[in-house]
């Protein structure tokens, strides 16, 4: 049987486009006729796949977690009640609504109809299936347990979209403050102080030291705001540029993660990142060494690559994974105790999975101390620039209502 894309339209007007598996297209017909569908085109899969592969490289969109997650449960699903693995993911793809993912499991389908496995099928996509991805999924089908990998997958890609939207929710509120921040300075700077200007050169007189000295750096903000704009943009460019390089970028790990309060969050997040995704790893089968060699790429902090690597070659060495952990000196102490604790007993898969839910938590505890100190340390900064524009305004009347008492 081949699959084919129909386009139709049902007895109220609305479109309907799809994909359905058949011998003929027109057995396609026949059915969207029984199904009370006009039918408008019916296309072989493979031929619309290779008119649009052009414009969908141009326009991929990488799907998210969240889609991720309900593809493998579906699929898992499928698979566990006896449906074959192209039908499965045929029937799956026609929910999807990021096309590109669409698309990319219709070619995954008919790869695997002409006779490759699903897990080399889908590494020829790396922007879709990454390498967790892939590794186990060859491990599923290695050992024969296919549907409780996909299972896992989805419970590990539904951890990790619940800890993006934890993370985009915490940011939130310091991005609406900094728009604050500047809406307040640029309603001062282009609206009340020109006015009080204006009323200064009427009044006449000698202003106050400090009132001076604002107006004066107010002056050569506004007068040479293009060419410090011009010099922001040049530092910033220079600065990315220097973070580009193998040195720059290094150092630059190593200030993020000295940074206060900040260092310790990305420490947290990538602690539990990586004890979910090695347990998930290893309870589907695969090595520990290839275990570290994936995670170490989940990372864009270069000290602590340098660290999963560093272990990784330890434990090549003959060391044990506790061992080589803690010679990484990253990692902290307790978690190589914990995985000592689970190398001993036996139980590492489920150890880490413990170790990741301990430093989610710690980390939602660094997010609520962050918040905590980032709302009165705000207050303090806003309030601080309102009064010093306050002050400097009102300093020339207060001068003025002494001059006349």
Not at 22 to 42: D, F, K, M, N
Not at 216 to 229: R, S
Not at 331 to 342: A, E, I, L, Q, R
Not at 354 to 361: F, V
């Amino acid at each position: 049987m081949d699959s084919f894309v129909y386009t139709a339209y049902d007895l109220s007007g609305a479109e309907k486009k799809g994909l359905k598996r058949g011998t003929s297209e027109q057995e396609i017909y026949a059915w969207l006729h029984r199904h009370s569908l006009i039918p408008v085109e019916v296309k072989p899969a493979g031929s619309v796949i290779q008119l649009r592969s052009h414009s969908i490289s141009k326009t991929f969109k990488r799907p998210k977690s969240a889609d991720m997650a309900a593809f493998c449960w579906q699929l898992a699903t499928m698979i566990e009640g006896g449906v074959l693995i192209t039908e499965a993911i045929e029937t799956v793809a026609e929910d999807i609504e990021n096309h590109s993912f669409r698309h990319t499991l219709i070619e995954v389908c008919e790869q695997i109809k002409r006779g490759e496995s699903f897990s080399s099928s889908i590494s020829q996509y790396p922007k879709v299936f990454d390498r967790l991805f892939c590794s186990m999924i060859l491990a599923g089908e290695t050992s024969g347990s296919l549907p409780t990998i996909l299972d896992r997958l989805g419970n590990y890609f539904d951890a990790r979209d619940k800890f993006k939207r934890k993370l985009k929710n915490a940011l939130l509120y310091p991005v609406f403050v900094l728009i604050f921040v500047f809406v307040v300075l640029t309603v001062m700077m282009t609206l009340i102080i020109p006015r009080f200007r204006t009323i200064f050169a009427q009044i006449g007189g000698d202003l106050p030291a400090f009132t001076k000295g604002f107006i004066k750096v107010y002056d050569i903000l506004m007068l040479n705001g293009l060419y410090l704009g011009v010099l922001c943009v040049f530092l910033a460019a220079l600065f990315i540029g220097f973070c580009r390089t193998q040195t720059g970028h290094m150092k630059l790990s190593n200030f993020t993660l000295k940074t206060p309060l900040f260092g310790r969050l990305i420490l947290q997040a990538f602690i539990s990142t990586f004890c979910k995704t090695v347990a998930t790893l290893m309870s589907a089968g695969v090595s520990i060494i290839e275990s570290f060699d994936i995670a170490s790429e989940m990372t864009n902090n270069d000290v602590i690559r340098d660290a999963v690597i560093h272990s990784k070659d330890r434990i090549i060495e003959g060391s044990s994974i506790s061992l080589g952990m803690a010679a990484s000196g990253v990692f902290p102490n307790m978690v190589s105790k914990m995985v000592d604790v689970g190398e001993k007993s036996g139980s590492l898969p489920k150890v880490l999975d413990k170790a990741s839910s301990y430093y989610e938590n710690k980390m939602d505890s660094t997010i609520t101390t962050l918040l905590g100190l980032l709302g009165p340390t705000v207050i303090v900064f806003v309030g601080g620039i309102v009064l010093i524009v306050v002050v400097a305004l009102y300093l020339p009347i207060f001068s003025m209502s002494n001059m006349t008492t």
